[in-house]
């Protein structure tokens, strides 16, 4: 078990998508825990990458590479992990994206994977999302919660953005928000007034039960 996970994130951390979409495979059929598969695995991999990157010991292609191979793992996964949520009662509508100016998707689409499989019906907006966007998704959807995530200390400050343009519209409190990202922790979302903030997929999902009254 542990060799497996060392080798997930090892794959990450060459960058061979190849080698992380057969350990991918591998992990499907083997009865262990997806979940940790992915956080103890390829999520510390990518995590490494970053580390690495920060530290200056690799450069922007083997970044973007480790991120490939991130997705390639996460692509074989992903249905599995989504399983099947037909028979479920519905926990409450939520619109997910990452904010503007931020193109950090992995994160988000585990969240928002979860969530799914979690009973919420989920509407991923993707990257890149304005302010406005989430809003006006959230209004048509009439969304109980949106969910904002910024993976950089520049682009963090639109999900306070989106909080203060739902006061200004008159829908603060008709809609929760909670935040996440690497660079997010409790004290941002107090300082913003978020409803909450999560720093892992599975502590989202006990997060947006506890803010749909479903805990
Ligand atoms: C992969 C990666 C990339 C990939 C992204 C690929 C993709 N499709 O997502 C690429 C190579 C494209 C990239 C680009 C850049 N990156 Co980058 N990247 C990373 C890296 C290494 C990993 C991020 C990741 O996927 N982690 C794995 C996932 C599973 O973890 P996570 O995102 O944190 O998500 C979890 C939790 O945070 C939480 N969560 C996430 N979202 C949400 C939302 C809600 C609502 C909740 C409740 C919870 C939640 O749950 C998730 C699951 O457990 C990080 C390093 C790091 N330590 O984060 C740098 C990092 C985020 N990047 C960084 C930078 C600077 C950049 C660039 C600006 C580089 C450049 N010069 O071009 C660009 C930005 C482009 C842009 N405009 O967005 C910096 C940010 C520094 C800062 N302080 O702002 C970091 C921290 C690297 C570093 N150490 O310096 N990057």
Redesign the pocket.
């Known amino acids: 078990m542990e060799a497996f996970l060392d080798n997930c994130a090892k794959a990450i951390v060459a960058g061979d998508g190849g080698g992380a979409e057969r350990l991918a495979g591998e992990a499907l059929g083997s009865g262990l825990s997806l979940l940790q598969v ?2 103890e695995g ?2 510390r991999g ?2 490494e ?3 690495l ?2 530290e200056g010991e690799i450069f ?1 292609p083997e ?2 590479m ?3 191979a ?2 390639k793992a996460m692509t074989v996964l992903q249905p599995a992990l989504e399983g099947s949520d037909e028979a479920q009662e519905s926990l409450g509508r939520i619109v ?1 994206g ?1 904010i503007e ?11 928002a994977t ?1 969530l799914s499989a979690n009973g919420f019906e989920v509407t991923d907006l993707g ?2 999302v304005p302010v406005a966007r989430f809003i006006d998704e959230a209004e048509a959807r009439n969304a109980d919660c949106i ?10 400050n639109g999900q306070k953005r989106v909080i203060d343009e739902l006061v200004k519209r008159s829908m603060r409190d008709k809609v929760k928000v ?7 922790n409790e004290a941002w979302a107090k300082e913003i007034d978020a409803d ?9 999902v006990a ?2 039960k506890g803010l749909a009254g479903k805990a």
């Open positions: 992915i956080e390829f999520v990518i995590r990458v970053g580390r990157w920060e922007l970044l973007v480790g991120a490939e991130m997705k997910i990452t100016g931020d193109i950090h998707d992995i994160g988000k689409t585990l969240v979860m990257t890149d969910a904002i995530s910024a993976l950089l200390t520049t682009t963090m909670m935040v996440g990202g690497a660079p997010c909450g903030y999560a720093g892992d997929a599975v502590s989202a997060l947006a």
